[in-house]
C-alpha cells in the first residue's frame, strides 16, 4: 500500500498541474431563441458573451473550441438561412481506458461510450420556435450486465471519463423537446423538456438546481438530460437585468434506489399528481460592472433551495461567485454509528451490521464557490488563461471509510463527496501556429481526503468538421480516497460470499472523435 504524500506535496502537485476542463456542450440562452436584448455594455474586465449559436449544441458542434473560421462562417450562414426546418446533429465516438494499480494490462478497465445526437429545428417565424433532440449512447463494452455493486464501484472510480451503463448496451433518450415564443416582445415563454442553467462556476455549480444530475467538471461534452417545465423570462430594460419564472414538472430529486441496502423510505408520491409541481424563480440585476443573481425551487418531495451568485470585473481577473443553501438531502446521508440493515440477497432478506448509520441532516447547510480567472497575451495573436476555484460543501465527508456504504446505499457522487476542494486551471486556445488546436490542463484536489486527478487535455479540428480529442488524467494521493477509490469488503454470507475488492485507478486515457451532421 503506497504511503500517503504529505498535505504540502499534495497541494504543491495540484499547483503546478491543475487547469480548465474542457467545455461542456453550450445550452441555448434566450438570446438564442428570440435574438438580443436591448444592447448592454460589458462589465470591465469581463469577456463579452460569445455571439448566439443558434440551433442549441451549434456553437459545439460547428464553432466549438478547436474550430477554424471557416466553421464560424458555415455557422453563421446558417442561422441566416431562410429554411424553416433545420434537421443535424453529431456522432461522437469515445474509448477509454483506466490502469488499477497492481492489477495486469489484460484486468484493466475499457469502456467505448459512443453518443449519436439528432436534432429537428423548426422555425416557422422569428418569434415561434420548435426544437427536439434525441440522444443515443451505444457502448458494445457493456454486453454483459454488471452486477450492481460492482457496477457502482467501478463508475465511482472513472470519474471524468464516463460513468458505466451497467444495464443496456443502447439507450435512446430524450435530451430536449421544447416550443418557444414570445408575449410581445417582452416576455419569452419556453415550454418543455429544455436545459436552464444557474450559477457562475466554472468547476462546481451548486446552484445549478434546475438539472436532476451533477455535471462532470472533467467531461468534455455534457451529456445530461434537460427538464421538463415551463418557463417565462422578462428582461427589465438596458443594464438592469431580468426575472424569470417556472413550473417544473417532473422530481428535481429523483428517488435514489440503493444498490444493495433495502431502502427505509416509504413509496414517494406519484409525480402525476398536480401537487407534484414545483416552482422556481430567479431574479438578476446588473450594477456597474457587477451582475448579481438570487433563485429559489420549491416542490414536494425535497426542501426548498436558495441561491446566490455574482460576477465581475476586478483590475485583469474576473471574479465570480456563488452560494447554496439546502436543508435535507435528495441522498442518503451517513454518519458513524452501528445500524442494521437489511441486505437483499440470492436467499431472501439478511440483517447485516455496519458502522455507518443513516441519518437526516437538520438545519440549513450551504455550499459555496469562489473563483477567479487571469487572462493575458503571450504574443499579438495568442492568450493565455489561468484562474482557480475552491468549493466548500457543509454536508460533506472528511473520513474516506464512509465511501464503500455510500456506493451500496447508491449515494457516491464524485466532486461533491469531500467537503473542501480546490482547482486550478490553464488554458491555451490556438496556441502560436496551432490555429486549430486546443490545450487545457485541470486539476482538481479533494482536500478533505487528500486526493486529487490531473488532466490534460488537446483537441484538434481536421478536414473542417471532423474533431479528435485525447486526454490523459493521473490520480494522486492516498489510497481510498475519493479520487484513488479502492473497495475492500468483507465477505457477507449469502451476499457476497468472496468479499468485493477492487484496486485504486492510476492512469485514465481517452481519444474521441467528433463529426457534426
Known amino acids: ?219 468534455v461534452f455534457d451529456d445530461r438530460g434537460g427538464t421538463a417545465m415551463a418557463r417565462i423570462h422578462v428582461p427589465l430594460g438596458e443594464q438592469r437585468g431580468a426575472f424569470t419564472a417556472a413550473a417544473v414538472l417532473e422530481p428535481l430529486a429523483p428517488r435514489v434506489t440503493p444498490l444493495l441496502f433495502e431502502p427505509k423510505d416509504p413509496a414517494p408520491s406519484p409525480s402525476s399528481e398536480m401537487g407534484a409541481v414545483g416552482g422556481a424563480a430567479r431574479a438578476e440585476m446588473v450594477l456597474g460592472t457587477w451582475e448579481l443573481g438570487a433563485d429559489a425551487v420549491a416542490q414536494r418531495g425535497m426542501e426548498p433551495r436558495f441561491g446566490l451568485d455574482v460576477s465581475g470585473g476586478l483590475w485583469e481577473l474576473d471574479l465570480r461567485g456563488e452560494v447554496a443553501f439546502r436543508s435535507g438531502s435528495d441522498l442518503p446521508k451517513l454518519r458513524p454509528g452501528v445500524e442494521g440493515v437489511v441486505v437483499v440477497g440470492p436467499g431472501g432478506p439478511v440483517k447485516f451490521p455496519i458502522p455507518w448509520q443513516r441519518y437526516q441532516p437538520e438545519g440549513t447547510w450551504i455550499q459555496a464557490v469562489g473563483s477567479a480567472d487571469w487572462t493575458t497575451k503571450y504574443s499579438d495573436e495568442d492568450t493565455l488563461t489561468v484562474g482557480a476555484e475552491y468549493f466548500y460543501n457543509q454536508a460533506g465527508y472528511d473520513d474516506v471509510a464512509a465511501y464503500p456504504y455510500l456506493i451500496g446505499w447508491n449515494a457516491f457522487r464524485p466532486f461533491y463527496l469531500g467537503r473542501h476542494y480546490a482547482a486550478l486551471f490553464l488554458l491555451l486556445p490556438k496556441p502560436g501556429s496551432w490555429n486549430d488546436t486546443t490545450v487545457t490542463l485541470t486539476g482538481i484536489a479533494n482536500l478533505s481526503d487528500r486526493t486529487g486527478v490531473v488532466r490534460l487535455d488537446w483537441s484538434t479540428t481536421f478536414l473542417t468538421w471532423l474533431r479528435v480529442e485525447a486526454f490523459a488524467q493521473g490520480h494522486l494521493g492516498r489510497r481510498g480516497g475519493e479520487f484513488r477509490l479502492a473497495v475492500d469488503l468483507a465477505p457477507i454470507p449469502g451476499i457476497l460470499p468472496a468479499g468485493l475488492a477492487i484496486s485504486p485507478p492510476t492512469v485514465d486515457v481517452g481519444l474521441a472523435l467528433r463529426v457534426a451532421l
Open 1 to 219: 500500500m503506497p504511503t500517503a504524500p504529505p498535505p504540502a506535496a499534495l497541494l504543491a502537485m495540484a499547483a503546478l498541474a491543475l487547469a480548465l476542463p474542457a467545455a461542456a456542450q453550450e445550452r441555448p440562452r434566450e438570446e438564442d431563441l428570440f435574438g438580443p436584448p436591448p444592447a448592454e455594455v460589458p462589465a470591465a474586465g469581463v469577456p463579452a458573451p460569445a455571439p448566439p449559436g443558434g440551433r442549441p449544441g451549434e456553437a459545439e458542434v460547428l464553432s466549438g473550441k478547436g474550430a477554424d473560421a471557416a466553421e464560424a462562417r458555415v455557422a453563421g450562414q446558417l442561422e441566416k438561412t431562410e429554411n424553416p426546418l433545420q434537421i443535424g446533429g453529431q456522432l461522437y465516438l469515445r474509448a477509454f481506458g483506466s490502469a488499477f494499480q497492481g492489477e495486469p494490462p489484460s484486468r484493466w478497465g475499457f469502456s467505448a461510450p459512443n453518443l449519436l445526437d439528432l436534432f429537428l429545428d423548426a422555425r416557422p417565424s422569428d418569434r415561434v420556435r420548435a426544437y427536439g433532440l434525441t440522444r443515443t449512447l451505444y457502448d458494445p463494452t457493456q454486453a454483459q450486465v454488471v452486477p450492481s455493486l460492482l457496477a457502482g464501484a467501478q463508475a465511482a472510480q472513472t470519474v471524468g471519463v464516463g460513468a458505466l451503463q451497467a444495464t443496456a448496451v443502447t439507450r435512446v433518450v430524450l435530451d430536449q423537446l421544447w416550443v418557444s415564443f414570445d408575449i410581445q416582445r417582452r416576455a419569452f415563454v419556453t415550454v418543455g423538456k429544455q436545459h436552464v442553467k444557474w450559477g457562475t462556476g466554472r468547476v462546481w455549480s451548486p446552484t445549478d438546481f434546475l438539472h436532476t444530475q451533477r455535471r462532470d467538471p472533467l467531461a
